[in-house]
């Protein structure tokens, strides 16, 4: 799920998709507008799920894709070599997720253990235990 706005509105900190990648954007450079054209916008973001620095230039007033990002609770069921089986704590929902890059975080997953995840696009990445 994503939203539209413009891309004059964003902020560093702030979250654009760019070539259907959800990033963070992490430097914005704006330009005036010159005798012939419109004042342009140079963003610089990291991706979210693979840490891919990508960038964008466009006009200021173009409107671009912002990512909705879902901040869920879950509890780790299990810890497999491809990605961590985690439970909903809401919806009860079970559901696999890819192993945190973070070797501190990933040192404290064990079985029980409630964490932080973000949903973003269908996809899901721990970010933080509990």
Known sequence: MSKPA??????????????????????????????HGSAKARV??????DGVKRSLVKPVDAQVEVPIVEKHSGQVLSIMPTGVQLMDLETYEVFEAPLPEDEKLREKLQPGVEVEYWRILGRA???RIK
């Open 44 to 49: 610089v973001a990291i991706g979210i799920f």
């Open 6 to 35: 413009e891309l004059g509105s964003l902020k560093v900190g702030s979250y654009i998709v760019i070539d259907g990648e959800p990033c963070r954007i992490v430097q914005m450079t704006k330009s005036k507008p010159g005798k």
């Open 125 to 127: 990445k721990i970010m």
